[in-house]
Nanobody
Framework: QVQLVESGGGLVQPGGSLRLSCAAS????????MSWVRQPPGKGPEWVSS????????MYADSVKGRFTISRDNTKNTLYLQMNSLKPEDTALYYC????????????????WGQGTQVTVSS
C-alpha cells in the first residue's frame, strides 16, 4: 500500500533552518509529481511547493519562494524540503502528498498524504 512518512520537523528559532524528509513506499515514486502542503494552526491546508518526476522542474508558493527548496532522490524514494530563514508564520503541520493530476498546487490534485510533521518557529 502507498505510504508517505514525513520527518525532520521540530522547534526552531526565527531565521533558523530545517530539512524535512518524506519517505515513500508502495508505489513507483519516480513516476509521480510530489508536493509539500502545510496546515497552520486553525487554518486550512495550503500548498507550499511541488516537483516534477525527475526533479528538474519545481514550483513554490510566493510565501516561501527564495527561502525553501524542494528536491527529491528517486534512488532513495525520498522527497525533501529545505527550509531556510524560517519565520513564525511558517509554523504549521507539514505534509508530503502524492500528486496525481496537474502540478499539485491544489489539494484536489493529491491522492495520498502522509501523517505530517510539525514545524514550530518561535523564539
Amino acid at each position: 500500500q502507498v505510504q508517505l512518512v514525513e520527518s525532520g520537523g521540530g522547534l526552531v528559532q526565527p531565521g533558523g533552518s530545517l530539512r524535512l524528509s518524506c519517505a515513500a513506499s508502495g508505489f513507483t515514486f519516480s513516476s509521480y509529481y510530489m508536493s509539500w502542503v502545510r496546515q497552520p494552526p486553525g487554518k486550512g491546508p495550503e500548498w507550499v511547493s511541488s516537483i516534477n518526476t525527475d526533479g528538474v522542474f519545481t514550483m513554490y508558493a510566493d510565501s516561501v519562494k527564495g527561502r525553501f527548496t524542494i528536491s527529491r532522490d528517486n534512488t532513495k524514494n525520498t522527497l525533501y524540503l529545505q527550509m531556510n530563514s524560517l519565520k513564525p508564520e511558517d509554523t504549521a503541520l507539514y505534509y508530503c502528498a502524492r500528486t496525481f493530476s496537474g502540478w499539485g498546487t491544489s489539494t484536489n490534485e493529491y491522492d495520498y498524504w502522509g501523517q505530517g510533521t510539525q514545524v514550530t518557529v518561535s523564539s
